[in-house]
């Protein structure tokens, strides 16, 4: 029988795949994308900083790789709340970043900003979206989650081109050595950074991470990682390697995972049917023994879009519970304030060991019947799952 659905389907296979993971109907740069906050309430425009290595194009940046260069800048956005008009684009304002000297007065500028609570928020996106998209996105989710302090947007050279994802690959290691740099220099100027990594966007994190491990001290304080997109296999886990690595490197790992994430599992296709770290929370588990700076949350009740992908900027489950989290707020304070929930795999209270922590999400929010039948027939789909 899977066969012949295989058979039957094959021919809605490339679209499927392509759709699912991109996340979204259209590639980012054919549209116009309006952001909006997940909140009601109005919100004050946001000073962002942005550092990419994408090459500029007029007054803002294009969908082409820079050559290495590093351009940085502030700009004010603006968010609406739901319900309202989209607000205007946001002018980008320059600051010089290129080479040593430039980026460590950058920091200094980032440091300045960052005096009144100490902290700096890096935001890393993930596949499939310009630099356009990936700013309205960051300062949207530092608002959603009232981050106060000072806000980083790291945009690498994404083609935002759903049928792009191996160059999207490319292009997220050309964006390692920037990160590198950047953090480097924001350590030098007093600040450990928070980060928030959204899958392909956790690679370019946690690869820069491990080359700055053999500080004697934390280079990161939150390492957020939502629906990371980095290899899992069960028997060669180069995200186990990764996180043991890093574990000294950050205050804290809190991985976001979700088995409803359909860009996920296209993706596990996409990579000859190995695992994704992000799309397995029973099996994100088991880093925890040997991590003890590693947490796990279940995001798999999460909504927001069709793939199940990018809940972090659409679920305002998530963003309550990442402003708490941001906040230093354990998981059981966290659960006693209502964003999560605490269970072992049976449904019942949690035990020592076998439990697991759940983003809380009402019933009427969860995923319905059309995103489980594509959870259902979209392992059937794709041809290089595992038979």
């Known amino acids: 029988m899977r066969l012949a659905l295989r058979l039957l389907l094959q021919s809605l296979t490339p679209a499927a795949a392509a759709l699912l993971l991109s996340g979204c109907v259209l590639s980012d740069s054919l549209r116009q994308n309006n952001i909006f906050s997940v909140w009601s309430r109005p919100l004050p425009p ?3 900083f942005y550092v990419t290595d994408r090459e500029p194009d007029g007054a803002g940046f294009s969908l082409s790789w820079g050559g290495g260069g590093a351009h940085c800048g502030r700009s004010l956005v603006t968010i609406a709340n ?19 000297a430039a980026m460590a007065a950058f920091a200094a500028e980032v440091a300045a900003a960052a005096k009144p609570c100490g902290r700096v928020l890096i935001i890393v996106h993930g596949y499939n979206l310009s630099f356009r998209t990936a700013l309205l996105h960051g300062a949207q989710a530092a608002g959603d989650a009232q981050w106060r302090c000072a806000t980083i947007l790291f945009n690498w050279s994404s083609e935002a081109l759903f049928n792009r994802y191996a160059a999207d690959i490319e292009r997220s290691g050309y964006a390692v050595p920037l990160m590198l740099q ?10 450990t950074p928070d980060l928030l990594a959204h899958s392909m966007g956790a690679r370019i994190s946690l690869s820069a991470l491990s080359a700055l491990c053999a500080a004697p001290h934390p280079v990161a304080g939150e ?13 060669d886990d180069d995200f186990a390697r990764l996180l043991t690595r890093n574990a000294r490197c950050a205050r804290r790992t809190t991985l976001y995972a979700s088995d409803n994430d359909l860009a996920l599992i296209a993706s596990q296709s996409a990579h000859g049917g190995i695992a994704r770290a992000g799309a397995n929370p029973e099996r994100a588990l088991t880093y925890i023994s040997s991590n003890p700076r590693v947490e796990v949350v279940d995001a798999s009740l999460a909504t927001g879009e069709i ?22 707020a354990s998981q059981d304070k966290r659960a006693g304030l209502g964003t999560l929930t605490c269970a072992d795999w049976s449904g019942g ?15 009427a929010r969860r995923p319905g019947f059309d995103h489980k039948l594509l959870r259902a027939i979209l392992p059937l789909l794709l041809p290089l799952q595992p038979n």
């Open 82 to 100: 739901a319900g309202s008009p989209a607000a205007p684009d946001p002018t980008l304002n320059p600051i010089p970043c290129d080479g040593e």
């Open 46 to 48: 946001r000073g962002v």
């Open 223 to 235: 390492l957020i990682l939502a629906a990371a997109d980095v290899s899992a296999d069960p028997g």
């Open 182 to 191: 950047l953090m480097r220099a924001l350590n030098a100027a007093g600040l």
């Open 307 to 328: 793939s199940g992908h990018a809940y972090f900027v659409f679920s305002y489950e998530m963003l309550d519970d990442l402003m708490w989290l941001l906040d230093g």
């Open 349 to 363: 209270t949690c035990a020592a060991g076998s439990g697991r922590y759940a983003l809380k999400v009402d019933p």
